[in-house]
């Protein structure tokens, strides 16, 4: 297992990010428990959640995920000092948390310890911001006037992140998180995020988790080179693109238990004509290659440069062994001119 520094922190991380999402819905704790042991004997230390987590969303699955982490530290404490642990605050909208409010600085300190309770840890290591309180161009929002970015309060949304860095910076000098960290941000974020942190003596971040996989990689150039200029480590999430790069759902396939067979918040807005023509191609070249195509959606992104530790999730043991695989590849120099000829066709198909 390679490791590599996490943004401007002194901690360094596995190139891999175990992904926690599926345990309380489609997985249970002994699964997570089995999940966590292997990636820990395959060298990885780093490890993502969310109080938001199990998913789908939904009231009775709120913390679920946190809870199963913590009953593993809780039977295991002599492993917590072998990962790195990561979650995040709910953004707003969901009326089950914190009544679909925004984030605020008091409710980063309130959540803070309602995850250390359930997590059954001392200190979180990353603790970040799940989406900001404006509207984001993630989650299919990404083309032109889809949103609108003139019409945000520019003075208010600087004071509400001031707010924030304020109780973040509470919960660091009072030993309860180590860092913080963006998730479903924008290079304005960072950047504002970076300024008033330098205006204000307070904490910088020092990373962020995003979207990106090869049918979504819209942050590369211009966020990843800002990210690496100004040591944000840069962590991307459903680099399988919610499983579709597995090839799984190929031809509208629906397996038994499978991600797009639950509910989905935001739809399979990921589902389109030219993503599964793009998944066809890249299927087709992994069958060339000798890997399966989960395998080469991973080795791509491990590939980019400035991408920190991807984070993949698995519902099954055998799925998690594969994907960890992809990252200890012995690779054909022109990987990735091929892969390149493919996402040339099909650069932005959802």
């Known amino acids: 297992m390679k490791y590599t520094q996490l943004g401007s922190s002194n901690i360094n991380v596995s ?25 820990s004997e395959c ?13 789908p969303p939904t009231p009775e699955t709120y913390g679920k995920t946190e809870e199963i982490i913590g009953n593993y530290f809780a039977k295991n404490p002599q492993k917590r000092n072998n990962w790195v642990v990561a979650t995040k605050i709910a953004g707003n909208g969901l009326p089950w948390i914190r009544n679909a ?10 959540a803070v310890d309602a995850s250390l309770k359930r997590l059954q840890i001392d200190t979180i290591d990353v603790y ?3 989406w900001p309180n404006r509207t984001s161009p993630h989650f299919a929002k990404h083309r032109p006037n889809q949103i ?7 003075k208010e949304h600087k004071a509400q992140m ?19 960290g963006l998730s479903d941000d924008t290079t304005w974020g960072i950047h504002t995020f970076i300024e008033l942190a330098k205006e204000h003596n307070l904490p910088r971040p020092v990373s ?14 211009y966020l990843i080179e800002h990210c690496v200029h100004e040591e944000i480590a840069y962590l991307p999430w459903s680099p399988l693109a919610t499983g579709m790069l597995s090839g799984k759902y190929l031809n509208n396939a629906r397996p038994e238990g499978s991600r797009w067979t ?14 599964q023509q793009a998944v066809a191609e890249y299927c087709q070249l992994a069958n060339q290659l000798g890997i399966t195509p989960s395998q080469l959606a991973l080795a791509w992104c491990d590939q980019v440069d400035g991408v920190t530790s991807t984070i993949i999730g698995a519902t099954t043991q055998e799925q998690l062994q594969e994907n960890i695989a992809a990252f200890q590849l012995n690779l054909p120099s022109d990987f990735m001119a091929r892969v390149d000829e493919i996402w040339r066709k099909y650069p932005l198909p959802y």
């Open 148 to 154: 609108s970015f003139s019409n945000v309060d520019t």
């Open 262 to 275: 639950l509910m989905q918040r935001n739809g399979l807005f990921r589902n389109t004509e030219f993503a």
């Open 101 to 110: 409010t925004n984030i605020t600085g008091q409710a980063v300190i309130n």
């Open 15 to 39: 190139r891999v990010c175990l992904g926690t999402m599926t345990w309380g819905v489609q997985n249970n704790q002994h699964d997570a428990d089995q999940q966590i042991a292997f990636a």
């Open 208 to 221: 962020i988790q995003n979207e990106f996989n090869l049918l979504h990689a819209k942050d590369w150039p």
């Open 128 to 130: 970040q911001l799940h």
């Open 162 to 180: 001031l707010d924030i860095l304020q109780g973040l910076e509470h919960c660091i000098k009072a030993g309860k998180i180590r860092h913080y």
């Open 43 to 55: 060298g990885i230390n780093f490890m993502d959640t969310a109080e938001m987590y199990a998913v």
